[in-house]
């Protein structure tokens, strides 16, 4: 493995910690998230103290602390939690690293869960990034969702994160959603383009098995349920959206993610640029990228008994594998092509696997042929037509 990628990538790593209760489980939903009517946060707030703690000695972080770039708290519905126990989360976890100076800590937040003196508490507490879960502005569609807050609620949760500080809040929109129109989804965007967030997410709604929806719309084709968007409707969606952004100034960098500039998210980047993260909680995944290359583990499920196992021995890892290089560079591939402002960097996909991504991707002529993928010198990113038909790109590169 090449040392300028080692180095680039071992340095800093980033924290994910899950938080999977939430007040009503939405019908689209495949997250690993639990309707608790009895929050039980003080003991899961410890529990995740104790596997960090674990997985510091495990990892031999104790002995060579790294550097913290990033901390994602997600969920589920982190803002049920107290300012308090969000506080005691952070503190810990900057304790047990080195954070760098600019490090990003993002807090996801329900509408419906915060007010004003709340969030000036989580502002309090150390976070510097706010996730809001809008999904629609639009009350029927809100309604179609399964979503507990109105589109004023979600518009006013917005203002009072302003008032408590907040200068870097992303959004979330789905686009998708039942009964919704290119007209209505464009509405609920520029809505939000108005309230001048630094960062917006924009999801397609898909029918992930074993959720309601699903049932309702593939398993059991209810005709009473409101239809779904046409494809060419949804295409319309996307590319309004990808207009509408780009003359509000915001940078397209991602497939679903939009940016002002230097407002990227650092630790979703993270992810897709193949750096180390430590996953803390229920259900979270972790990745290190050495030794060799690559490994990843994720934590039991059920938040109850994730507890159990942290009580009792500290982790509570359900699962693990160790990656391949064929592994490896098939996600360097994939994850590379998301990040639209870079796509496959090859001077990096070189240090780490000896070959250009040319050399690796023996499909990337054709896609290049056929308008889906461009070329810049070796480095290879998605056209405008590739991000639309993104799915298609990578299961060709799974091939």
Known sequence: MGILWKEKIEKAVGVYAHIPYCVAKCPYCDFKSVVSRELPEKRYAECL???????????????????????????????????????????????????????????EANPDTV???????????????LSIGFQSLIDAELKALGRTHSADKALRSFD?????????????????????????????????VRLGPEHISLYNLTLEEGTPFHGSYVKEKNRSTPPLPAEED??????????????????????????LPG?????NRRYWSGGDY??????????????????????????????????EGGVAEAGSEILTREEAMTEALILGLRMLD???????????????????FGEWASLVKEGLIGCRGEDLLLTPAGVLLSNEVFLRLKG
Request: glycine fraction near 10%.
């Open 49 to 107: 103290l104790r596997e960090l703690s674990s997985l510091i000695k495990k990892e031999g972080f104790d002995s060579s602390p790294r550097p913290l770039e990033s901390l994602y708290i997600g969920g589920g519905t982190p803002s049920l939690f107290s300012p308090a126990s969000i506080e005691r989360l952070v503190s810990f976890i900057l304790s047990a690293f080195t954070p760098l100076k600019d490090i990003e800590i993002t807090l």
């Open 115 to 129: 007010d004003l003196e709340k969030l000036k508490g989580y502002k309090r507490a150390g976070v510097n990034r």
């Open 160 to 192: 009072a994160a302003r008032s408590a500080g907040f200068a870097n809040i992303g959004v979330d929109l789905i686009f998708g959603v039942p009964a919704q129109s290119v007209d209505s989804f464009t509405e609920s965007l520029q809505k939000a």
């Open 234 to 259: 949804e295409l319309g969606m996307y590319g309004a959206a990808v207009e509408l952004l780009g003359e509000a100034g915001y940078i397209h960098y991602e497939v679903s993610n939009w940016a």
């Open 263 to 267: 407002r990227y998210s650092v630790h």
């Open 278 to 311: 430590i996953g803390l909680g229920s259900s979270a995944h972790s990745f290190l990228s050495a030794p060799g290359w690559g490994r990843r583990w994720w934590n039991e499920n059920d938040p109850a008994l994730y507890m159990k196992l942290v009580d």
């Open 342 to 360: 870079r796509g496959i960097d090859a001077v990096s996909f070189k240090a780490r696997f000896g070959v250009y991504p040319k050399e690796a």
